[in-house]
């Protein structure tokens, strides 16, 4: 891959993506490097190298920059410079995540899924350029849930609310098609009854396609137009903001809106 200096310069036409490589991002790094991408420049900021890159379009600048992302919660200069001194990107992508199986403690999946993207998208935040953060959350998500995977999300959600103005949030419900490293027995277990009640609602499930399809249409459209259109809403009280921090450059994506935008 190319290193971030040969990246176009400028804001308007560039995108960043964290978690290029998990079950919606290598979906979604397909679009955005692809010939109908709305970007003409895609930065992937990641820990390792893409394990199998997808073919980039002519007329899209493509580039992988490799960063330590405990180094940079950690406040490393070094690593915070490879994310300050990129291209202004006019739209952060974020499907980076974990498990706390995968993460091995609690303590760590928190780390990685919430205090990594925040502290990484803190350090992409450039206040004076008009940015729009979409990140891709799940289902049943809030601060206030008793469960803590559902719960991170939600502060995650909020964190990066409170940093950026512009923010579309997506709650898919299961993840269908995911191929996912790694057996998770009940996902296996439960795929087929959720496909049945998929059929008789849209709110249960979405294919990992559809909802990287569905985040760059959303991009393209911006927070205003989602909710002009039906496609997203503004949380409510319970989603707490920073002072100063309003909700109306917030809108929620459920799953029902994410099948709608995918095939718009």
């Given at each position: 891959?190319?290193?971030?200096?040969?990246?176009k310069?400028?804001?308007?036409?560039?995108?960043?993506?964290?978690?290029?490589?998990?079950?919606?991002?290598?979906?979604?790094?397909?679009?955005?490097?692809?010939?109908?991408?709305?970007?003409?420049?895609?930065?992937?900021?990641?820990?390792?190298?893409?394990?199998?890159?997808?073919?980039?379009?002519?007329?899209?600048?493509?580039?992988?920059?490799?960063?330590?992302?405990?180094?940079?919660?950690?406040?490393?200069?070094?690593?915070?410079?490879?994310?300050?001194?990129?291209?202004?990107?006019?739209?952060?992508?974020?499907?980076m995540?974990?498990?706390?199986a995968?993460?091995?403690?609690?303590?760590?999946?928190?780390?990685?899924?919430?205090?990594?993207?925040?502290?990484?998208?803190?350090?992409?935040?450039?206040?004076?350029?008009?940015?729009?953060?979409?990140?891709?959350?799940?289902?049943?998500?809030?601060?206030?849930?008793?469960?803590?995977?559902?719960?991170?999300?939600?502060?995650?959600?909020?964190?990066?609310?409170?940093?950026?103005?512009?923010?579309?949030?997506?709650?898919?419900?299961?993840?269908?098609n995911?191929?996912?490293?790694?057996?998770?027995?009940?996902?296996?277990?439960?795929?087929?009854?959720?496909?049945?009640?998929?059929?008789?609602?849209?709110?249960?499930?979405?294919?990992?396609?559809?909802?990287?399809?569905?985040?760059?249409?959303?991009?393209?459209?911006?927070?205003?137009?989602?909710?002009?259109?039906?496609?997203g809403?503004?949380?409510?009280?319970?989603?707490?903001?920073?002072?100063?921090?309003?909700?109306?450059?917030?809108?929620?994506?459920?799953?029902?809106?994410?099948?709608?935008?995918?095939?718009e």
């Amino acid at each position: 891959m190319s290193s971030v200096a040969a990246a176009k310069a400028g804001g308007e036409g560039t995108a960043v993506i964290l978690g290029a490589s998990g079950a919606v991002g290598k979906h979604l790094l397909s679009q955005l490097v692809g010939p109908e991408s709305p970007y003409s420049t895609v930065l992937s900021f990641a820990r390792r190298p893409h394990p199998s890159p997808p073919p980039v379009s002519p007329n899209v600048t493509f580039s992988e920059i490799l960063v330590d992302f405990d180094a940079i919660h950690s406040g490393s200069s070094t690593e915070l410079s490879k994310l300050t001194t990129a291209p202004t990107a006019s739209s952060i992508f974020i499907t980076m995540g974990t498990t706390r199986a995968a993460a091995g403690s609690m303590l760590a999946f928190e780390l990685i899924d919430r205090e990594y993207v925040l502290s990484t998208a803190r350090a992409l935040h450039k206040p004076s350029s008009n940015q729009t953060l979409l990140y891709c959350s799940s289902s049943g998500s809030s601060s206030s849930s008793p469960f803590p995977y559902l719960k991170s999300k939600g502060l995650t959600e909020q964190g990066l609310a409170s940093t950026f103005a512009n923010t579309i949030i997506f709650k898919p419900g299961y993840l269908a098609n995911a191929e996912r490293p790694g057996t998770r027995i009940l996902e296996k277990l439960s795929a087929p009854f959720v496909g049945l009640l998929a059929i008789a609602s849209d709110s249960v499930q979405a294919d990992v396609r559809y909802v990287a399809k569905a985040m760059v249409r959303a991009a393209t459209m911006g927070t205003d137009e989602l909710k002009n259109k039906g496609l997203g809403v503004t949380p409510g009280e319970g989603f707490k903001l920073d002072e100063g921090k309003g909700r109306e450059g917030v809108a929620v994506v459920g799953n029902a809106s994410i099948l709608k935008l995918a095939k718009e």
